[in-house]
């Protein structure tokens, strides 16, 4: 829970870098959250209303964690964008987001795991 609630702090922090398990307990913490929503939607009969209320509200801090993502491992953050290619875009991606981050300081900041 503390990693969702700093990425969430850090709501439109795209500078500096996050790593791989602060960028992954996110993603499952949204899934847990859509999971739960969904359920909740379902029993009260109003599909989509309140997942689509949450997306609204995680979009910017889930973009601002996958750009800083990339910046560990050395990718400019533009490189979000190739998640417009239908498919194949989603598989660079989710292969980028599963990468070591790289070792020491990059032109991102210094790597996180051991910038305590």
Not at 2 to 8: A, P, T
Not at 32 to 61: K, W
Not at 77 to 91: A, C, D, M, Q, V
Request: charge should be positive.
């Amino acid at each position: 829970m503390q990693w969702y609630l700093k990425v969430l702090k850090n709501y439109v922090g795209f500078q500096g870098r996050a790593t791989r398990q602060e960028y992954w307990m996110f993603v499952l913490m949204n899934f847990i959250a859509v999971c739960i929503l969904s359920i909740v939607e379902l029993l009260l009969g109003i599909p989509g209303v309140l997942t689509g209320i949450y997306g609204l509200a995680v979009f910017l801090p889930s973009l601002a964690v996958l750009v800083r993502r990339l910046h560990d491992i050395g990718k400019s953050g533009w490189w979000f964008l190739i998640s417009f290619i239908p498919f194949i875009g989603t598989i660079v991606l989710i292969v980028f987001a599963c990468q070591e981050s790289q070792s020491g300081e990059n032109q991102y900041g210094l790597n996180p795991k051991f910038n305590y």
